[in-house]
């Protein structure tokens, strides 16, 4: 019997959570909070729930095995050693500043003190999309 391998390619919207123990309902929740976040602002969003071994290279790794890292965000936690990282493709970054995504993890620590693990990624995908939402442009001859 062949084994899957290691690194494979993942779409943008895909869940990486090894081992976690969510149900079925958190994630749809997830999945909601990804697919909306690449509707608000066109970046895709990967979210890696498990252990960074090796901390911000781990993570990184995570994120280079998205289909399309340039245009990616990754929000990786590790839960038991109680750290966070974001990482942004080249594209994502010229849209999300590092302030961004100090905001998201701000408010990902919350939720997490909370215990809530699954708000505290879905508010740190929403404030980064709304972060990186185009601005809405209004010319005067139209109406508001």
């Known amino acids: 019997m062949r084994s899957a391998p290691r690194h494979r390619r993942l779409q943008e919207a895909e869940l990486m ?43 990184e790794a995570a994120h280079a095995r998205l289909a399309d890292p ?3 965000v990754l ?7 109680r750290t966070i990282e974001i990482v942004t493709g080249t594209h994502a970054m010229r849209v999300l500043d590092d302030r961004s ?18 708000g505290g990624v879905r508010d740190a995908v929403n404030l980064l999309a709304q972060r990186a939402r185009a601005p809405r442009v209004m010319h ?3 109406p508001a």
């Open 17 to 59: 959570a090894p081992g976690s123990d969510f149900s079925r309902a958190q994630r749809l929740e997830l999945q909601r909070s990804i697919d909306l976040g690449r509707q608000i602002c066109g970046l895709g969003f990967g979210v890696f729930i498990g252990e960074l071994p090796a901390g911000r290279e781990s993570a």
């Open 70 to 72: 340039a245009g990616a």
């Open 75 to 81: 929000i990786a936690a590790d839960p038991s050693a």
């Open 101 to 118: 995504c100090e905001l998201a993890v701000l408010a990902m620590k919350s939720s997490f003190e909370a215990g809530d693990l699954v």
């Open 140 to 142: 005067q001859d139209e």
